[in-house]
């Protein structure tokens, strides 16, 4: 009876093996099916089932890269030591190296700092900077390092809280992004600054242009320190963006002032304004709307002659903004079309020195804060632009390390594994607020301190004595020379009395009745003659 038993459940078990095997071959055999008859993948086609191995390991390709074969030193957008010291700083671990440098330090263009025979002591208060000119009556004193434009709907609602409540802990700023004022901004009780873009989100009418009434409403909280108007970003400059209908949900919709029964479109240019003159009586509009709050504006540099035509405006206006962020085409973003990240925008580098010398040139430095943000993660960084010009700086993607980030580069897909670029409720969970609001709190405080710590090796006390003949640049093998030496560095007002001829036809050119290069700027050159 037993062994009859065996045999009837042994014959059961084998006719469910073959039932099992021909469910498998029928569905490679539909698969393959499929595939030859598919007209998009030729791979597929050609080598139907086995193909699909290329698209599988073309997905995991990032994470191949980034685990296996990249080196500590040359990893992109950010290599693996600089994430790596992000974390450590965010958990309050030491961010030590061992052995020495992993960089080569004769390479050309090498830059590094000028230590002093008479290294000072750190200064024991964290210094921070006035931001706010003659027509402010709301000045707010900037931390060396903030929190860059980052929008709650690019970012999720943990991601945003754990910057709030980390900014409101270390006592820095945090830019909303264009996104607007939404409630996970104000939850942690932390110093805004509101970004406006050319979609005026959160102040905008229902056709799209900008609502005063609404913005005099909202900059009046006591969260909102200063007021930012993006003309351009870094990764992106010049072209505007799409948020799909199927993406906007009751939430957003409220947030951005956006009906959800169609696409929301956000143009490349501001409707309340198309010239330099323009530009500063609108934010000398919005500063009074604000109750004399500082109030600037960021973008990526496009040409010297822009800049210069902002100057002049400014002059001619009688009132300047409180700020300037100059922000690098090395910045990061969600998506961006590639001929964008690659090949447009000036690099922060250039461009924070033109603005700086177009306002020294033209007398205006001393009453405009400038702002720096476009790879912005250590400390050595804050240094170097502030020697560039800056007087303080923004980050936003190593505050993204600092709440978790692992640079997995799928932020445009909705499926970030860490919970920081999603809205997935699912993935959001990864994201503990109260542990990733102390890492980013340890991580802008450190930074700061290491900052600090690197002027003070230069024999430097305070920012405003850093010069730049304190940076140097590896030109060739055994020669280098400072940024003293490798640009031209302008004096106060000399615009206004001597350019000098590197500078001589941009100046005459800049016109503060038209930007730039293009047909309205011609026909206003016509005009005038």
Not at 3 to 11: A, I, L, R, W
Not at 265 to 290: D, G, K, Q, W
Not at 438 to 463: I, K
Request: proline share 5%.
């Amino acid at each position: 009876m037993l062994n009859k038993s065996f045999k009837t459940g042994s014959t059961k078990s084998s006719a469910a093996k073959l039932v099992g095997s021909a469910s498998v071959l029928a569905g490679l055999g539909a698969v393959a099916v499929y595939d030859l008859v598919q007209k998009r993948f030729g791979v597929l086609r050609n080598y139907p089932i086995i193909g699909h191995a290329r698209y599988a390991l073309l997905k995991i390709r990032p994470e191949i890269q980034q685990y296996f074969i990249e080196r500590d030193w040359d990893g992109r957008p950010f290599d693996y030591t600089s994430r790596q010291l992000i974390y450590a700083r965010a958990r309050d671990e030491k961010g030590e190296a061992s052995f020495g440098t992993l960089h080569d330090v004769t390479a050309d263009g090498k830059e590094w700092f000028v230590h002093s025979m008479k290294p000072m002591d750190p200064p024991e208060t964290v210094p921070k900077v006035r931001v706010g000119g003659d027509d402010c009556t709301q000045p707010y004193d900037m931390s060396l390092l903030n929190v860059s434009a980052m929008s709650f709907g690019s970012l999720s609602a943990n991601a945003i809280q754990a910057l709030n409540a980390g900014a409101a802990q270390g006592g820095f700023a945090h830019d909303t992004g264009e996104g607007g004022i939404s409630p996970y901004h104000l939850s942690g009780g932390g110093d805004l600054i509101w970004e406006l873009g050319t979609a005026y989100f959160g102040a905008r009418t229902r056709d799209g242009n900008f609502d005063a009434e609404e913005f005099t409403d909202k900059s009046a909280s006591d969260a909102v320190k200063a007021v930012s108007l993006k003309l351009s970003q870094g990764a992106k400059p010049g072209i505007g963006g799409v948020l799909p209908q199927g993406k906007i949900s009751p939430e957003i919709s409220r947030i951005r002032d956006v009906p959800m029964d169609e696409k929301c479109i956000s143009p490349p240019y501001h409707r309340e304004f198309s010239t330099p003159v323009e530009l500063i009586n609108f934010i000398a509009t919005l500063r009074e709307l604000s109750g004399g709050k500082p109030t600037g504006f960021k973008l990526c540099v496009t040409s010297r002659r822009d800049v210069l035509a902002i100057c002049k405006a400014i002059r001619e206006v009688g009132t300047a903004p409180d700020f300037i962020i100059v922000d690098g085409s090395e910045g990061g973003t969600g998506a961006a079309p590639v001929e964008y990240e690659d090949y447009v925008g000036m690099p922060l580098t250039q461009g924070l020195m033109t603005v700086h010398n177009a306002l020294v040139g033209t007398g205006l430095r001393d009453k405009i804060r400038v702002g720096a943000s476009g790879k912005v993660a250590e400390g050595s960084d804050v240094v170097r632009r502030l020697i560039q010009g800056a007087d303080y700086v923004n980050s936003a993607r190593a505050m993204m390390m600092a709440l978790g980030c692992i640079q997995s580069l799928r932020c445009a897909e909705n499926t970030c594994p860490v919970g920081v670029a999603t809205q997935n409720p699912r993935l959001q969970r990864g994201l503990h607020v109260p542990t990733k609001t102390e890492h980013v709190y340890n991580y802008q405080r450190a930074t700061v301190e290491e900052a600090l710590r690197v002027m003070a090796s230069m024999g430097v006390s305070s920012p405003s004595d850093l010069q730049p003949a304190m940076l140097r640049r590896n030109m060739s093998e055994g020669h280098s020379a400072s940024y003293a030496e490798l640009f031209d560095w302008l004096q106060p007002g000399q615009l206004l009395s001597q350019p000098p001829q590197a500078w001589l036809e941009d100046w005459q050119q800049a016109d503060p009745h038209a930007f730039g290069y293009g047909s309205d700027a011609m026909e206003h050159d016509v005009s005038r003659h």
